[in-house]
């Protein structure tokens, strides 16, 4: 895989929010890391800046939701581009389907031409989208495909779901805010995506009934692993979790064919964190 640096933020505006323990900042080969983190992609890989008129006319549009117009297209194709593939994101299942879900769909019609800069965008009930990047990262290190069942904790806007219904056979999602749930289940029935199912719940003791699961993705920190989680694998499976409270790192835990489990952290990251069961368990 390419070598590449990782600037991951789940929380908002990215590296102003580390002293507050929600934005990420998390680097591989941090030598060619250029100040402040980030990692511009080379030139040849941009397409032409937008003009100031063009600025201007983004930053007070307001694009009612099912609508798209030329100039977020052309944002998404440059998010793909840009933030996505120049970072090292490989798997064109992936690449595919960020190109394909039309991300301002889910924030507000007010942050339409924001839905596709480098960062975390605010949703409601104080939660947030996460920034696309670290969606692209843990969708690839998912492993998922055409055949893949899967559990999505953390439903949110609903967006990481689309991601995956993109490419999955079947998505499974579950938000622990009642409105959430509910806004996402609307959303993704409009949007086409009949096989993504969302239910109101607590993610942390996952979807038994649906279990084993070929890949679970969770974009809430508790601050241990949850059992139950890992039990819900199938064999051959991968949990991808943000694990900690201040300091979080994203682990992969992949069940092996023998029921062995293996375990590595990827990154460090900030998401928010998890709620409900989670926060009443001590680290077991
Ligand atoms: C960073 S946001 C998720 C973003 C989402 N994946 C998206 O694409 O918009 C984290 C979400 O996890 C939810 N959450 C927190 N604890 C949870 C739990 N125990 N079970 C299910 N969802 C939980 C929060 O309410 C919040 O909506």
New binding site residues.
Partial sequence: MAARNLLIS?GLAAAGVLAAGMGLLGMRNASKTAPGGTNDPPPSSREPEPSAAERTRHASAVVPHGEEDAGLARLRHEMVETQIRARGIEDENVLRAMQRVRRHE?VSSQLAFSAYDDC?QR?T?G????QPYI?AFMTELARVDSRSKVL??????????AILGEICARVYS????QE?ADEATRLLARLGYDHVQVRC????RGWPEEAPFDAIIV??APDHIPPSLIEQLAAGGRLIIPVGDYAQDLWVIEKQGDGKVKRWKVAPVA????????RRHGSP
């Fill in positions: 789940c889910f975390p949703i009930h939660q947030t989208i996460s969606v999505d904790v953390g439903t949110g806007s609903g967006y990481q779901a579950m938000e622990i805010i959430l719940g607590d993610g942390y974009a809430a998401f928010v964190p998890m709620t409900g069961e989670a």
